[in-house]
Nanobody
Framework: QSLLVESGGGLVQSGGSLRLSCTSSERTLDYYFIGWFRQTPGKEREAVSCISNNGDVTKYDDSVKGRFTISRDKSKNTVYLEMNSLRSEDTGVYYC????????????????????WGEGTRVTVSS
């Protein structure tokens, strides 16, 4: 079983919303930045968003800016990805990823910085 577990995927109509969650039952997510990546049909896996260990710094791919919001609740050991105004091109498998962030404010959209991955949750946006 993966260190990270995603949930919240599903089928939604274009323009709708979903909230994805990423958590771990095995380890605290403190000291880690958490990122969301997605694999859309016909494309390589791409970065969507990232949040720093302390939650103060976030980063988004241009394709989701203004529509997606990443946040974290340390009391619940969970990171969320709120997805609004969903489009058919947002369809894909969304993966949660973690990497070490000892400074507290590190964010990255680079897969090379990722140390652990979840198994993914599928999002389907119907037009």
């Amino acid at each position: 079983q993966s260190l990270l577990v995603e949930s919240g995927g599903g089928l939604v109509q274009s323009g709708g919303s979903l909230r994805l969650s990423c958590t771990s039952s095995e380890r605290t997510l403190d000291y880690y930045f958490i990122g969301w990546f997605r694999q859309t049909p016909g494309k390589e896996r791409e970065a969507v968003s990232c949040i720093s260990n302390n939650g103060d710094v976030t980063k988004y791919d241009d394709s989701v800016k203004g529509r997606f919001t990443i946040s974290r609740d340390k009391s619940k050991n969970t990171v969320y990805l709120e997805m609004n105004s969903l489009r058919s091109e947002d369809t894909g498998v969304y993966y949660c990823a973690a990497g070490m962030d000892l400074v507290g404010t590190y964010v990255t959209l680079n897969e090379a910085d990722v140390a652990a991955w979840g198994e993914g949750t599928r999002v389907t946006v119907s037009s």
